[in-house]
Nanobody
């Protein structure tokens, strides 16, 4: 069973930065893809950025492009999301997702990010 544990959320002022981490219980190099999603109350969960392991392609949603950066440490099995220029609209629960080559999806428990002055 794969476990994903997010951390790094918290309260930040508008314009500030945060870095989220997603620690995996197995080698992230084995996943077909990894991604960050977020969800706000009453709204559908949305994918923010996804990274395809096989071809090393990263895709960002327009809402976070140029502000958020995904990265990974394959030796520590950690996926990161560096967030900058945060806005109130970025307030949400952020989730890490991993997809196996067999098509199975794994999710973390989420970490709350609140952008407020």
């Amino acid at each position: 069973q794969v476990q994903l544990v997010e951390s790094g959320g918290g309260l930040v002022q508008p314009g500030g930065s945060l870095r989220l981490s997603c620690a995996a219980s197995r080698s992230i190099f084995e996943f077909d893809s990894m991604a960050w999603h977020r969800q706000t109350p009453g709204q559908q969960q949305r994918e923010l950025v996804a990274h395809q392991t096989s071809d090393n392609v990263t895709t960002y949603s327009d809402s976070v492009k140029d502000r958020f950066t995904i990265s990974r440490d394959n030796t520590k099995n950690i996926l990161y999301l560096q967030m900058s220029k945060l806005m109130a609209e970025d307030t949400a629960v952020y989730y890490c997702k991993a997809k196996s080559v067999e098509g199975l999806a794994y999710w973390g428990q989420g970490t709350q990010v609140t952008v407020s002055s």
